[in-house]
């Protein structure tokens, strides 16, 4: 018989070692809990375990350790402020900067199985919210942000970007990485279009004035639009379009827009 190949806890097969090439020679050192088994390990160095290679492979929720990783790797490279673990988060144990003027940027847990991007720029007391859902933040979140941002300065400003949103609900992770890189090499963050479609006109049914009565109530009241109707506009599309009026002595079929 032979012998079954080992499989981890999730079912799948051990991945390869990664050459120390894979990880750009940089030695990083990220605690980490879980199992001691060399063999759950992917990148060690990263503090990645096999688990989390599939599940970026799936396409599932980031973990704590996916997010430091990619943090730890982003101030490896670009030397910026902030980009601390995580799990600071939990505790309130954010450091200070070393550089008080420096602008910090951090990912965050709302505690909500949501992650989300900030920026803080001590220069305008102003912190950047990039969050992918655009939901309202939370306790969890503000008394994050209030520990950062209370190293610096006694105030700041919050403001929410409208950035990307996410199409699906694990997409928060991958999206804050890529706002917390686009900070770090200076790229704009794309940002959120929403669509805006155009107004539906509706004046109603057609209205037939009988002598001797002469007026008439032009009523567009059953118009939409997606982003609210500012002003209505009619048009005389049959009739004496010169002086754009209507006659109503006279026997006529006029026709507004």
């Not at 992917?42 to 375990?49: Q, R």
Request: glycine fraction near 6%.
């Amino acid at each position: 018989m032979e012998k079954a190949d080992r499989v981890t806890t999730t079912g799948r097969k051990p991945l390869p070692k990664p050459s120390r090439s894979d990880v750009e020679d940089h030695v990083y050192t990220i605690e980490s809990e879980g199992s001691t088994d060399e063999d759950d390990w992917w990148i060690k160095d990263l503090g990645l375990k096999q688990d989390d290679y599939w599940v970026l492979k799936d396409g599932g929720h980031l973990s704590d350790r996916v997010i430091n990783a990619s943090q730890l790797m982003l101030k490896e490279q670009y030397k910026v402020e902030g980009l601390q673990s995580t799990l600071c988060g939990e505790n309130l144990s954010f450091r200070p900067p070393c550089k008080s003027d420096a602008c910090i940027v951090q990912i965050l847990h709302t505690g909500n199985s949501h992650w989300l991007c900030i920026i803080v720029n001590p220069a305008t007391c102003v912190v950047e919210v990039m969050d992918s859902a655009s939901s309202k933040l939370n306790e969890i979140t503000m008394l994050q942000i209030a520990k950062i941002v209370n190293t610096m300065k006694p105030s700041f400003k919050i403001v929410v970007l409208p950035v990307q949103q996410q199409q699906g609900s694990s997409d928060c992770g991958l999206l804050s990485i890529s706002f917390a890189t686009a900070f770090c090499t200076g790229s704009n963050v794309e940002p959120r279009v929403e669509p805006d479609y155009p107004p539906t006109a509706d004046a109603g049914e057609s209205v037939l004035v009988q002598l001797p009565h002469d007026e008439v109530t032009l009523d567009g009241g059953w118009s939409k639009d997606d982003k609210g109707i500012v002003k209505y506009s009619w048009k005389l599309l049959k009739g004496n379009q010169a002086r754009n009026q209507v006659e109503m002595k006279v026997i006529y079929n006029y026709m507004y827009q």
